[in-house]
């Protein structure tokens, strides 16, 4: 009985020992705080530091492969004498109000930040998985000669490596400078002869970097699709149709005319994108593109040719008679409106959509200045809101509007 007693206080003492010596290799690696990001930062006003975080994910198998590498001690003297260090995992809400409320798009995991004690990003880091990429990156961030920081700066003074490049347009990114990133692009770009926009490298840059169609790395993809499926595969399509979709519904996107949303139209189906989806897709920026140069009969016309070779539901042409009623710069579209409407209520619409149909009538007979027609389909579909006993103030107030 003594014997398995000390043999049980036996494993006992060597597992505290094994513990001790863990914890003792830990702590030679960065000391990485376990606390919110608000009481971090407070920690390091109080200790004159900069802060650094790492948003990592606990299931990312590249953030495990780091983990010995934060732990080594020449890392960790480094980081624990310049930093106060926190982790933000970036599938927690607390992270992702965070990373939302300062802007800040995450591109891949992990991701290194470095701030001051009131929580001004001066640095980030995409690093190589080496003692000496993360040291290196920790003496950038003190430093304020290569804090990414100033890396617009320099770019504006004229500095244009391509690395140098790269890193900006990448650093753009995670604060979401669009415009930099896009001008930076560019510049690249430029420096790359037509033959090599399939190279790895730039590959690696187009997938990463590059968000707008009409860069020339963009162009080379969609116009040579069929190489770039050819050596990269599903890839190729992804990144194509990401670059086009977020160019055509980003701000910029808003203020495209017909015929560059036309090219995105284009670009999707060389791509391999059914027409009928392609035409889906950028139906309604073509729409408004139309509407801001005030030609509502192009828009109409536009709605026309998708409606033909397009099956609607009636909720669909409650949406577009709504959209037309409220956005239409002038009563071209209205005969168009009224044979939309009128094909839906052939559908056998619900008496809640009928009213809806109705009052849309009401308002494009309005529109066109036909207010006998407009008093009539204005009082049919107040007469089935009131049958259905679904609030009739809207329709009050368009029929004190005809009068």
């Not at 290196?136 to 961030?141: I, L, P």
């Not at 035409?279 to 920026?285: A, C, E, N, Y």
């Not at 409650?318 to 839906?344: E, M």
Request: contains cysteine.
């Amino acid at each position: 009985m003594y014997r398995s007693v000390w043999l049980r206080l036996g494993h006992t003492i060597l597992l505290i020992c094994l513990l001790c010596t863990l914890q003792a290799v830990a702590q030679k690696g960065i000391a990485f705080q376990q606390a919110p990001l608000s009481t971090v930062f407070k920690t390091a006003q109080k200790a004159g530091k900069l802060v650094f975080v790492e948003v990592y994910s606990p299931d990312c198998h590249v953030c495990q492969s780091f983990m010995p590498t934060l732990a080594d001690s020449r890392v960790g003297k480094s980081y624990n004498a310049k930093f106060i260090s926190t982790k933000a995992d970036v599938n927690l809400p607390a992270t992702r109000d965070w990373l939302k409320s300062k802007k800040f798009y995450v591109p891949s995991l992990p991701l290194f930040l470095f701030f001051t004690p009131n929580g001004e990003l001066v640095h980030f880091a995409m690093s190589q998985n080496s003692a000496d990429e993360l040291i290196r990156h920790a003496n950038n961030a003190v430093a304020p000669s290569t804090r990414s920081q100033t890396w617009k700066q320099r770019f504006a003074a004229g500095e244009k490596s391509p690395n140098f490049l790269i890193d900006l347009a990448m650093y753009s990114r995670v604060i979401s400078d669009t415009v930099t990133n896009m001008a930076v692009m560019e510049e690249y770009a430029s420096q790359q002869p037509a033959n090599t926009h399939i190279t790895n490298t730039n590959w690696l840059v187009t997938q990463k970097l590059v968000i707008d169609m009409d860069n020339p790395l963009a162009r080379s993809l969609i116009n040579n699709f069929a190489a770039y499926k050819k050596q990269y595969g599903q890839a190729a399509f992804d990144v194509a149709e990401n670059i086009l979709m977020s160019s055509l519904y980003s701000s910029r996107g808003g203020r495209y005319p017909p015929a560059q949303i036309k090219q995105v139209y284009d670009g999707l189906v060389r791509i391999g994108v059914d027409p009928k989806m392609a035409s889906s897709r950028t139906l309604l920026p073509e729409v408004n593109a139309y509407f801001r140069l005030k030609q509502g009969s192009m828009a109409a016309e536009r709605m026309n040719t998708h409606i033909t070779t397009h099956s609607l539901s009636v909720p669909e042409y409650i949406y577009v008679a709504r959209l037309f009623n409220r956005n239409s710069p002038d009563s071209a579209d209205v005969p168009s409106l009224i044979k939309w409407i009128g094909k839906a209520l052939a559908m056998k619409p619900s008496p809640g959509e009928q009213a809806d149909l109705y009052f849309e009538q009401a308002d494009a007979y309005r529109r066109a200045k036909r207010t006998a027609e407009a008093r009539q389909s204005a009082s049919k579909s107040l007469e089935i809101a009131q049958a259905s006993r679904i609030d009739t103030k809207r329709n009050t107030e368009q029929i004190n509007k005809l009068k």
